[in-house]
């Protein structure tokens, strides 16, 4: 059987796409089986900054709530403490996330590449919500800023 020249070309597309994806989970897979707590380096440093803009928001939270009481709170004051919730359920979100990516239990070969595919498919939603925490204390120097003048 012999295909025409585009067919040939979406084929040998087709096939190189496949062993790249391939060659990257096991990659993936490789490095959960390597790890001594069940993690990728990379989502550790994720988890870490998480939890660090959790902590910043819990800290913020508790200060606003002490403004609360001793006066009527204003617009910035009712806007940065919605910014200061969300920053705290996506960090929340995004560390619980991360946890249910690690290898439990022993390193199986198995286990490390099961991760290694929930890992490919978490992969947007952990983008999207990392990339949604680094833009909320932005906002939240603004509305602090806005606050202290």
């Not at 002490?66 to 979100?93: H, M, P, W, Y």
Request: charged share 25%; net charge positive.
């Amino acid at each position: 059987m012999v295909l025409d020249p585009v067919s040939a070309l979406g084929v040998a597309g087709t096939t190189v796409q496949f062993i790249d994806f391939s060659t990257h989970l096991l990659s993936k897979a490789s490095e959960y089986y390597k790890s001594a707590d069940g993690g990728l380096l990379q989502h550790k440093d994720i988890a870490q900054v998480a939890a660090s803009i959790g902590q910043l928001g819990n800290r913020l939270n508790v200060s606003l709530d002490r403004l609360e009481g001793l006066n009527t709170q204003t617009f910035e004051e009712s806007a940065l403490k919605a910014i200061v919730e969300e920053c705290r359920v996506n960090a929340q979100d995004l560390v619980t996330t991360l946890q249910r990516l690690r290898v439990h239990g022993d390193h199986k070969v198995w286990k490390s590449l099961r991760q290694a595919i929930k890992s490919e498919w978490k992969k947007q939603k952990i983008q999207r919500t990392h990339q949604r925490l680094n833009e909320l204390p932005q906002s939240m120097v603004v509305y602090l800023l806005v606050i202290v003048k």
